[in-house]
């Protein structure tokens, strides 16, 4: 295990600053009179509540999130999506043009849109074909000014999980923070790395309320990572980065968690039958496996599927552009007239 000391990779003007005191952080307690924060006192045209700010600490989803997801309050973070504190991490640990970040492609497009926006270079080690993890090669790449490693687990576009022994050795051997992503954990038959959080104080492990939980539109992320890193995060985000209507409906929504895993079962039931379905479709070449709530299908001409699929008014992503994809399409598992309606349309195609 790499010796780590969070202090050696934080930027040291962040590491220097003060951060934004705002009012609602400077009075912590009951009243009833506030005039601290210039609401307007008088109401809102939106409804009851929403004249004052937010929280900004998100202190009852916090406690709320971390009994669920078995970790303490001060190790959760919240973004407005999972691309704040990707996008946060970059701000805290790279100084532009100096620091760097390994990805290992094929992997989600934000590792690197936010380390461009960041000026931060990006060392890529591609995955092997099989979609795994080259680690030896991700270890020689990094550098002294290696900060961030991003690895996604269930992958996207691929869908797979990566060997977990792979990801540990990564975490030991990086003296960087190592950024496991579970967006589509809820998917897999694996245990989250959040597991590990006491463990290792380089990792930090992202997952979103937007993919199982079905709540894109609200746009809350989570981070989880020990304490120390998560206090860099909320050092540096916007005050009130998750507003009152995301927090209320999140919160309710977590009561709900048998629903979630029903809607997870029913959706990883279609998943095997989609499969099975695109098995039988001519223009199939390969379809890799998948710990997702989507599946990678190699085809025999993805521009030309994918064309044909818009024009009967079906959307897939077209990954066949991206490194190791080459006609590949990206389906996400529909609902089962959905589903019956892209096969059918595949069918019509190839026939
Ligand atoms: C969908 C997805 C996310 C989630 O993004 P949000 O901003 O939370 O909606 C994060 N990582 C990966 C790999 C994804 O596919």
Redesign the pocket.
Known sequence: MLKFNLNDIVRPNVLAMEPYSCARDEFEGEASVFLDANENSLGSLAGEGYNRYPDPRQTRLRMKVAKLKNVKPEQVFF??????P?DLLYRAFCRPNIDRAIIVPP??G?YKVQASINETPIDEVLLTDDFQLQTDKILSAITPNTKLIFI?SP??PSGNLMNRADVVRIIESFSGIVVV?E??IDFAESESFTTLIDKYPNLLV?Q????AWGM?AL???MAFAQKDIIDVLLKIKYPYNINILTQEAVFKALDNVKEKDLMVSTIKASRKTLVERLMNCNCVRYIYPTDANFVLVKVVDAPAIYKYLVSRGIIVRSRHNVALCANGLRITVGTETENNTLISALNEFCK
């Open positions: 973004g407005n999506g999972s691309d704040e990707i992997t989600y934000m996604c992958n996207n992503d967006a589509y992202l979103t309320f937007s993919k894109a746009r809350c992320g």
